[in-house]
């Protein structure tokens, strides 16, 4: 029997820019429907790491990423289906601005019809709030909306005032939708650092974090509103074809080594399953606990944050021992972004304060205050190519010449250099395995005809 389409009501959360709120708000709404009991699945628009670890901490679900370049516009079909037919709502958090970014938030929720609900920072606002709400719905002939969201307002009655401003707009109310205020309140707020938020599982009250926006959230018309009138947001996700080529199982047999810690964590949930679609067995090891590498045919080591746990990566001479080890014998060694800092001779903080790392790559990391390079990148391999992206406060000074590099997909991104050092391979760009199955059973020792 053929797969059928598959609804349930479906949100994507949005914002006229970055810091308004987005991921607070998905993680509440996900917190307090996850406590009535509905299955939530969350959803992440765009490349990101840390906010997936709030959304999945809400939902008690993992969060995968959304977005119509990196993963294509198949794989997004695949998963929304797959969620809409075991789930009693899909909360996707939207990426920078509603209409930021190539593809943008507004073209996964035109693509699928999926309703937007506008998280407004109106803290330093009122009529405004009107105008930037009647902006957001019409800017864009067409777009599905739910409605509008008032996030850190300052009382009761400045709620009721932006309440008024986007009431008055030409529309009407009832076009407008308006779903709420929350207050600004520091029980619930997430706290930040270089590369976007904190972690969820570096805070231990990150759960009554959660729950305090919840509680909030189940005081205003979104949160309170019943089984039916949630409907109205319902979203029919059509079944995918099956793909022409299953994923072959190029590593099949094989064993890899993830590091997986809070200087190791910015891991992909599809990048581990596209690891086992292709047959490996994957395990784990903690270099911030100084754990042996484990017995295995590959390491993985993804990004994270090296640069914050310096004195204990410096220790970690068992966990070094053993990559060396490993590279040594020939053994493949993928290391991206943080993963390919912590291999290299030393570091320089943003203190001028220079710590010696694991010495596998010959070459000294600098940090800086500012972002270095952003955006997504393609990787053409002889096997295929890998999409991803690159975001990073650092740059390497090395004397190894790349054997590769990345393409932007922005006109004004900045391609990223790939390096080779024996049987360990590096760069700063962040793979999306699933973009290329072949090419990621390559990096891992599998042969592949190219």
Request: glycine content about 8%; proline content about 7%.
């Amino acid at each position: 029997m053929s797969p059928r389409t598959a609804s349930c009501p479906a949100l994507l959360v949005a914002a006229p820019a970055s810091g308004q709120g987005k991921t607070t708000v998905t993680a509440g709404l996900a917190r307090l429907l996850a406590r009535r009991g509905k299955r939530v699945r969350v959803f992440k628009c765009g490349p990101d790491f840390l906010d997936p670890h709030w959304l999945a901490l809400a939902s008690g679900q993992p969060v995968d990423n959304l977005d119509l370049w990196l993963n294509g516009e198949r794989d997004v079909a695949a998963r929304l289906h797959q969620a809409a037919s075991d789930s009693d709502v899909i909360l996707i958090e939207g990426v920078m601005g509603l209409f930021d970014g190539e593809p943008s938030a507004a073209d996964l929720a035109m693509r699928w019809r999926i309703p937007v609900l506008a998280v407004m920072d109106a803290s330093a606002m009122v009529g405004t709030a009107g105008a930037l709400a009647y902006g957001l719905r019409h800017y864009r002939p067409g777009l599905p909306w739910a409605g509008v969201l008032a996030n850190r307002v300052a009382s009761e009655g400045h709620a009721a005032l932006v309440e008024a401003a986007v009431e008055a707009a030409p529309d009407g109310a009832s076009a407008m939708g308006w779903l709420g205020a929350l207050p600004w309140h520091e029980a619930f707020a997430l706290p930040e650092r270089h590369l976007g938020l904190s972690m969820a599982g570096e805070l231990p009250d990150a759960q009554a974090r959660l729950d305090a926006v919840a509680e909030a959230l189940a005081h205003t018309p979104l949160g309170a509103q019943d089984e039916a009138a949630w409907l109205r947001w319902s979203v029919a996700f059509p079944p995918v074809a099956e793909a022409d080529e299953p994923t072959p199982s190029l590593l099949r047999g094989r064993t890899v080594a993830v590091a997986h810690d809070a200087a190791f964590a910015f891991i992909y949930p599809a990048n581990l399953q596209t690891l086992r679609d292709l047959g490996a067995e994957v395990v784990w090891f903690s270099p911030l606990a100084n754990e042996p590498l484990p017995a295995c045919d590959a390491v993985w080591l993804p990004g994270g944050y090296p640069e914050l746990h310096t004195a204990a990566l410096a220790a970690a001479t068992r966990t070094r021992d053993g990559l060396a080890a490993h590279a040594a014998a020939g053994r493949p060694v993928w290391a991206e972004c943080g993963g390919m800092l912590a291999l290299c001779k030393s570091i320089i903080l943003t203190d001028g304060a220079r710590i010696p790392l694991w010495g596998l790559l010959p070459g000294e990391v600098v940090m800086h205050s500012r972002l270095a390079a952003l955006g997504p990148q393609a990787w053409q391999t002889p096997h295929g190519e890998l999409r991803g992206h690159t975001f990073h406060y650092s740059t390497l000074q090395t004397a190894m010449a790349p054997v590769a590099h990345t393409t932007p997909a922005r006109v004004h991104g900045r391609a990223e250099a790939v390096y080779r050092h024996g049987s360990i391979q590096a760069s700063y760009f962040h793979a999306w395995f699933a973009s290329s199955p072949r090419a990621t059973a390559a990096l891992f020792g599998a042969e592949v005809a190219a």
